[in-house]
Each structure stands twice: as structure tokens, then as C-alpha cells.
């Protein structure tokens, strides 16, 4: 069987990597994906079909990042919506460093996120993102998605929820 996406194209081979960024380039690039989302004033209605995409910006270029909190504020203009960036239950440093995973399209420049590129590559596979995930499973034997993935971030206006 032959798998294809949406479009009726064959995935991406994409492969793993690990660069080292700081914490403001962390910031930079979550400040980055977050223009992915239409400016909504607090205290208005939210129209969910609307809320997503803004100035074009299609859905392969926004990126959630995994292992910290953060809220995205979007109330705030472009450029300052993450707020309460944390790592462990602690506000992130601007000078920490931290191993980022990501995959050979972002890593290579691919949508533009800040910092990515020029980072200094700690780590690599030439294994397909997807055969290493095939793998793991059947290691594991089964799933638990309580185990497998944490959401740690939230769309906010102004500090509160935007889905409670």
C-alpha cells in the first residue's frame, strides 16, 4: 500500500536532526511560527476558521516545539505573542542552551524559521523521521499517548485561554 498526503503526493523523506540554539533563538523561532495565527482582541468572539493561516502562511510552516511551556498571546502583535516561556517549571534564560530537534527541511533553511540553519549540528540520522518512528513502535510493542507526546503550550488573549 502506497501512502500519500492530502495533496496526492508522496511524503517527504524528511531525516532527524539536533542543533544547539539558545533560549531567545528558541524564542525567536516559536515568535516565528507564531505569526501563523490572525490577531484576535480579547474579549471578541473567536472565529476558529478564520483564526489560523494569517497573511498566507501555510500550515507546513507553523511549528509547535516540544519539552517547554509557553503561552501564544494572540491579542499581542507579531513578535511578542510567547509569553511564560519555561523549561522544567523555570522561566528559560536568554544565554541557556538547548538541544533542538528538528527535521533536514527546517534545519536546512526550509520556511525561513530564524536561527536553525546556522546552529551548530550536535547530532544527525539518515534513517527517514518516519522508518525511526516504525521502529520505536515496534520496540515499544504499543503507544501511550500520555507517554508518547505532551502538549505544553496554549492559544491566549491577554492571559486567558483561548480554548478552555
Request: proline share 6%; glycine share 10%.
Amino acid at each position: 500500500m502506497t501512502i500519500r498526503d492530502a495533496a496526492g503526493l508522496y511524503p517527504f523523506e524528511n531525516t532527524l536532526e539536533a542543533r544547539l540554539l539558545t533560549g531567545a533563538q528558541l524564542k525567536d523561532y516559536l515568535e516565528y511560527s507564531a505569526r501563523y495565527y490572525v490577531r484576535t482582541p480579547a474579549g471578541g468572539p473567536v472565529d476558529t476558521a478564520k483564526l489560523t493561516n494569517a497573511d498566507g502562511i501555510s500550515d507546513y510552516n507553523y511549528d509547535a516545539v516540544s519539552g517547554v511551556a509557553y503561552d501564544i498571546d494572540i491579542a499581542r502583535p507579531v513578535g511578542s505573542r510567547i509569553v511564560g516561556l519555561s523549561f522544567g517549571g523555570k522561566a528559560i534564560d536568554p544565554a541557556a542552551r538547548f538541544v533542538f530537534a528538528v527535521n533536514n527541511y527546517r534545519a536546512s533553511g526550509g520556511g525561513n524559521f530564524p536561527h536553525v540553519p546556522g546552529a551548530r549540528q550536535v547530532w544527525a540520522d539518515s534513517d527517514e523521521i518516519r522508518n525511526t518512528i516504525i521502529g520505536w513502535v515496534r520496540e515499544k510493542g504499543s503507544v501511550d499517548p500520555a507517554a508518547f507526546a505532551s502538549v505544553g503550550w496554549r492559544l491566549t488573549r491577554e492571559g486567558v485561554p483561548v480554548f478552555p
